[in-house]
């Protein structure tokens, strides 16, 4: 059975910390993405990476940083947390593209992380 | 930019009702991709299906069914005979992009309410 774990399900942090939140899959996949899903704006791409040490902004990469060192894990982090980056934050992978269209996404179950 | 909408924000019907969920994608690119996913209380969503803009053909898999209409760009979801576990935030999603990362846009995603 196909796996995405994330570290954690629920994460409370204070405003200026840094957070880190992890992601793991056990499906050998090249991409792994990052999400945020806040009410009514649906999911929201953070970073996405397509290998190892490889990385690309999506549209929202403000006050995030990714950290991809093997090609299992991909650590989402928040260099100084802030109020308004409490949120779902969702992890997927994927195979590429292949020349009929793209993979679907695998995700994981979510992290709530709340920044007090 | 692509735009995915989803005009509804929630749905509430009664056990056995037909519903439909509406996706229109915005785009100037002829070639896209469309996709449905359904993320129960649990919050993993879960892929349903993979749509071309170039097949119009319209698709079954059990009680749930996709119409997709190029003229209109939209591609709307209908559940037959509705049930209780079908209860969960149901997002649209589209990308044209083939490149390694294959992007995805959402919407902002309808939350049906089936009552017993």
């Known amino acids: 059975d196909v796996k995405v774990t994330q570290s954690s399900r629920y994460l409370v942090k204070r405003t200026g910390e840094k957070v880190f939140l992890e992601c793991v899959q056990d499906m050998d996949h090249e991409n792994m993405f990052w999400y945020r899903q806040d009410p009514g704006l649906g999911l929201r791409l953070i970073y996405f990476?397509?290998?190892?040490?490889?990385?690309e902004k999506g549209d929202i990469p403000e006050g995030y940083s990714v950290s991809r060192e093997k090609k299992e894990r991909f650590s989402l982090i928040l260099e100084s947390a802030s109020t308004n980056q409490t949120s779902m934050y969702l992890c997927?992978?994927?195979?590429?593209?292949?020349?009929?269209?793209?993979?679907?996404?695998?995700f994981g179950p979510g992290t709530r992380l709340t920044v007090l | 930019a692509q735009k995915v909408t989803q005009a509804q924000t929630e749905i509430s019907v009664v056990e056995k009702e037909d519903v439909t969920l509406d996706c229109v994608y915005e785009t100037r690119d002829t070639t896209y991709y469309l996709f449905w996913y359904k993320q129960p209380p649990s919050g993993e969503l879960v892929f349903l299906i993979r749509r071309n803009s170039f097949d119009e053909q319209n698709e079954i898999s059990g009680r749930y069914s996709w119409n997709f209409q190029k003229s209109t760009s939209s591609f709307n979801f209908t559940i037959t005979a509705s049930q209780v576990v079908d209860s969960a935030v149901y997002f649209c999603a589209g990308t044209e992009d083939l490149g390694a990362g294959n992007m995805l846009t959402f919407g902002g995603g309808t939350r049906l309410m089936v009552k017993p």
């Open positions: 997927a992978s994927s195979l590429p593209p292949r020349t009929s269209g793209p993979n679907e996404q695998f």
């Open positions: 990476s397509y290998d190892v040490k490889m990385k």
